[in-house]
């Protein structure tokens, strides 16, 4: 049985306990794949209307943004008032995507009002939108509860087999990116997991992996690179050099810059070096 259809057999079992829709989505937040295929009549309609899909989507890119950020279990409501709720999936240690649950509704007679009065600004056939309405799931708050814990299991079920997989290269790229894109920061192992989205681990291996030498020795060619740029093409003195590529004093910057290139960055400015 390949990943894809693995995928699908936890999600149909998913539906058929909660009787909502299931979804994955890639770390772009893209919807990828879905059980069941069609979304529920009433985002049907809201997804018919600009306004109501706009809503919508910025709704569901916060909290896909706040699993990302926290790396834990989002759950919400709606502009609509529906409950939703979003869980996070890796593979090797990389997010990968989310796995996303909804929409119900509590059995509140408060709730659907409210959720039918707002709809009614947008949806203005009162009678398509009831109907569409009267086909969301209702369940009560513990149910909701009990299901997201639900697939929670599941979605690390997937993180543990590494079903929805991503490539360690890409990783190692967006590391080497940064790197050269923020040389002149401070730059610890912390703040690239967290731009990143992996573990310590994940991205140490696959950057060995993929550039045959270790972050911090990359991160240091690529400074001491820089710094003879500005030598060889400025007169800026030591201390700004030093500055501008990422070093923290001039002392500090003088010893690796002899270390690497055999000679003190005065040395090289006249012409010493290589």
Known sequence: MNEYHELLDVMRELHNISGFRITIHDIDFKEIYAYPQEPLPFCRLMRENPEAHRRCKACDIASFEK??????????????????????????????????MGQTIDPSPLSRERCRSAALELIKDEKVLNEALNLVPVRSDDQIRSAIKIMSICASYITLTNQLRTDTRDLATQARQYLDEHYASKITLERLCETLYCSRAT??????????????????????????????????????????????????????????CGVTPGEYREGKGE
């Open 203 to 260: 991205i140490t291996s696959a950057f060995r992996a993929a550039n045959g030498c270790s972050i911090g020795e990359y991160l240091v060619k690529v400074r001491v690179s820089k710094a003879k740029e500005l030598l060889r093409e400025t007169s800026l003195p030591f201390d700004e050099v030093a500055n501008r590529c990422g070093f923290s004093d001039r002392g500090y910057f003088a010893k690796v810059f002899k270390r690497h």
């Open 67 to 100: 699993v990302r950020r926290t790396g834990q279990a989002c759950v919400y409501r709606c502009h609509m008032g529906l409950h939703e709720a979003v869980v996070p999936i890796y593979s090797f240690g990389i997010l990968s995507g989310y796995m996303m």
